[in-house]
């Protein structure tokens, strides 16, 4: 069964100190990797699409990276106006209706201190 | 990209009743799924609306419990029947095209009490 974990759980930040989100799959044939951010009371905020192991790709203080087992998304001296649950979803095998699938994670919520 | 207006954005309601969902979008889209989120959950599909025709259940829904509707390429609707305190969720509109990214609504904040 395809699967997708993150890690932490939730992180909290002094504004400034950088640091990792980690996504691990579990997939059968990666087909794309997708970051998203989401905001108390929002619907998830597309920010990157990976896919192929060694892909990088960065957007202001965010930086996502791939490889054959887990994405990484470094976030370079946050600041407060950061803070969001970050998901991560991996398209993977096909819905009951035959398109693509995608494959989410729980997400790591990210608190950045002033 | 997509703009997804997706109403109502939150609801009380009492067990036993139906609320239905809707989702517009500002463009024609191939693809319209309707997700969950549960409390510290991820998302879950529910099942994809087809323009015309019946929805496409995941395993583990219904529809008799989650009828969807999609007369048009820029519209669905969702509805949550015979509510329970269970069903309290995040219930999200996404649109996509082929190879794209996923597009997300705001999302129905659904509390049953």
């Known amino acids: 069964e395809d699967q997708v974990t993150q890690s932490p759980e939730a992180l909290r930040l002094q504004e400034g100190e950088s640091s990792s989100l980690n996504c691990s799959y579990t997939v059968s044939g990666l087909r794309g990797l997708f970051w998203y951010r989401q905001d108390p009371g929002k619907g998830p905020e597309f920010l990157f699409t990976l896919y192929s192991a060694g892909e990088e790709k960065e957007k202001e203080r965010l930086k996502a990276t791939l490889t054959k087992k887990e994405s990484f998304l470094h976030i370079t001296a946050p600041k407060p106006e950061d803070s969001a649950t970050y998901l991560c979803a991996v398209q993977a095998g096909v819905t009951q209706g035959g398109s693509e699938k995608l494959v989410f994670g729980k997400g790591t919520k990210l608190t950045v201190n002033p | 990209s997509a703009v997804i207006s997706q109403k109502p954005s939150r609801d009380i309601c009492q067990r036993g009743t139906s609320l239905t969902i809707q989702c517009q979008v500002d463009s024609q889209v191939t693809m319209m799924f309707w997700y969950r989120q549960q409390p510290g959950q991820s998302l879950t599909l529910i099942a994809t609306a087809n323009q015309g025709s019946e929805a496409t259940y995941e395993s583990g829904f219904v529809i008799d419990k989650f009828p969807i509707s999609r007369p048009n390429l820029t519209f669905s609707t969702l509805t949550v029947s015979n509510m329970s305190p269970e069903d309290s969720s995040i219930y999200l509109c996404?649109?996509?095209?082929?190879?794209?990214?996923?597009?997300f609504g705001q999302g129905t904040r659904l509390t049953v009490v």
């Open positions: 996404s649109v996509r095209w082929v190879n794209t990214e996923a597009f």
